[in-house]
């Protein structure tokens, strides 16, 4: 079994002195919750917390951890961890404040026994403590579970953390080193202070929110939303899903306003749906820490909107069922088809369902709805054949 030793002992400076390191706040939740992701990541079975009792933020990660499946308990003394961490056991070990956002990291703790190190000079500039000449600890480590066995042989007092540090180094277990980029990109950080906290923040919603491209201009205004206000909104529980089912209840709206023959109007509604899933999917990559960009959920939403601008094209259209569904039918088809065509930038433009809902609502104002729907179809289907033909051309025989 995998155990993992998380601490929530150390005070932050500021705000008073009250808050815990490992509470504060990250992405929408902590930095303890972003330790324990870490730990579920690598398959904990059980987590081992220190802390001076069961504080709401302690009940908070027990009721993440154990839905993640894993076991949790809160210990104030090196007496109480031995019991936890059987012989044949391994235990991954996270300092207090550690920010573990680096994949090359994990891939190293997944593996086995290993001290994660730093080059000494960049890991004590950014706060990591020296363990030799050349290294400076990164702030985690994995370990045999028989080892915990020896805190028996220290004092009362002794920290935990740094005393089983000092055990594995003196097991031999070898330091493994972390690139420099890491800590540049910030994706591996010593938090210490509120405002620690808040530059790794930045730099983290830089990463996941604001990669979107302007040429999407919809996606491009979620992306700044979600980076501007995201992690506030996570705090006051907003979700991912709770907007989804927005997107919907506007699109179905928009959907009823369309048949009510007011069709402009229910394009520009259909917009702000759009724009509400979209913000939607930002969301949910700051949830998954950028592992899960959309999810089958908004996925299918993505298509379930797609089959309502059909719906209300056909509705603005004049004829029979089937040759009013024919034109937005094959406009949105070709809208989907060239992206998978072409890897070019410029589709983020094809692929932006808000901007088409705007320039159709013009067009259904101004009485050319049907002709500039031809005429976007006529276009994306000359270049979807380009696309095609470039590519068998780039294809070797």
């Not at 210490?192 to 906290?197: E, I, L, S, Y």
Request: hydrophobic residues 55%; contains cysteine; aromatic residues 4%.
């Amino acid at each position: 079994m995998r155990v993992a030793l998380l601490s929530m002992i150390e005070i932050a400076p500021g705000d008073g002195g009250s808050l815990l390191r490992g509470l504060l706040p990250f992405g929408g939740g902590t930095l303890a919750r972003v330790q324990l992701d870490l730990a579920l990541r690598l398959r904990c079975q059980r987590v081992v917390c220190l802390a001076e009792g069961m504080s709401p933020g302690a009940i908070a990660l027990q009721h993440l951890a154990e839905k993640g499946g894993a076991e949790f308990h809160v210990i104030a003394s090196r007496r109480n961890l031995p019991s936890l961490v059987h012989a044949t056991d391994e235990l991954l070990v996270l300092a207090d404040g550690l920010l573990p956002l680096a994949d090359e990291a994990a891939a190293i703790l997944d593996k086995g026994q290993a001290v994660l190190a730093l080059p000494v000079e960049a890991g004590m500039a950014a706060g990591f403590e020296r363990i030799d000449l050349n290294h400076a600890w990164a702030g985690a480590l994995a370990m045999p579970g028989a080892l915990a066995e020896r805190l028996f042989e220290l004092p009362e007092d002794a920290d935990i953390v740094a005393s089983l540090l000092r055990i594995a180094l003196q097991a031999r277990i070898v330091p493994y080193l972390l690139p420099d980029s890491v800590l540049a990109d910030v994706r591996w950080a010593m938090v210490r202070t509120p405002g620690d906290a808040r530059l790794c923040e930045r730099a983290w919603l830089r990463r996941q929110a604001l990669g979107f491209d302007p040429l999407a201009p919809g996606r491009w205004l979620a992306g700044r939303l979600v980076a501007g206000s995201g992690p506030r909104l996570m705090q006051r529980g907003m979700r991912s899903i709770t907007l989804a089912l927005g997107a919907l209840l506007i699109a179905c709206l928009a959907c009823w306003v369309a048949v009510a023959q007011f069709v402009p109007a229910g394009l520009v509604l259909f917009a702000l749906a759009v724009f509400t899933q979209e913000t939607a999917i930002a969301l949910r990559r700051l949830e998954s820490g950028g592992r899960d960009r959309a999810g089958a959920r908004l996925e299918a939403l993505r298509w379930s909107l797609d089959g309502a601008l059909a719906l209300m094209l056909a509705v603005a259209l004049a004829g029979v069922w089937p040759d009013r569904l024919f034109p937005p039918v094959i406009l949105l088809g070709l809208a989907n088809l060239l992206p998978l065509l072409t890897p070019c930038r410029w589709t983020a433009l094809v692929e932006d369902r808000a901007l088409l809902a705007l320039v159709l609502a013009i067009a259904a104002a101004s009485g050319q709805l049907p002709a500039v729907l031809q005429l976007i179809a006529l276009l994306l289907l000359a270049v979807s054949l380009f696309a095609a033909r470039r590519q068998d051309r780039l294809t070797p025989a």
